[in-house]
């Protein structure tokens, strides 16, 4: 059974840093390309961060490039985001999805950004 679970969410104050995970089970997690999503009320979902199964190379939305850093550990069949200089339009639920075939996502953590 395919599983991704995150977490790391929370609240917290801009210029803030949060680090979320994504714990993957039931799939070759090494063979998968890894995203983060994300999405606001009334918005459609939109890409944050995608990394290659090797995590050799990654890509980044223009409005995260610099403050965010998409990692993978295979050993754990872990995927991360590190989050710097948070900003309040960077209050979403994040969502981890694996790509290879077809997709497969988790159920979403909340961040919410404010003072």
């Known amino acids: 059974q395919v599983q991704l679970v995150e977490s790391g969410g929370g609240l917290v104050q801009p210029g803030g840093s949060l680090r979320l995970s994504c714990a993957t089970s039931g799939f070759t997690f090494s063979s998968y390309r890894m995203s983060w999503y994300r999405q606001t009320p009334g918005k459609e979902r939109e890409l944050v961060a995608a990394?290659?199964?090797?995590?050799?190379?990654?890509n980044y939305a223009d409005s995260v490039k610099g403050r965010f850093t998409i990692s993978r550990d295979n050993a754990k069949n872990t995927l991360y985001l590190q989050m710097n200089s948070l900003k309040p339009e960077d209050t979403a639920v994040y969502y981890c999805?694996?790509?290879?075939?077809?997709?497969?996502w988790g159920q979403g953590t909340q961040v919410t950004v404010s003072s």
């Open positions: 999805k694996a790509f290879r075939v077809v997709d497969y």
């Open positions: 990394i290659a199964g090797s995590g050799g190379s990654t």
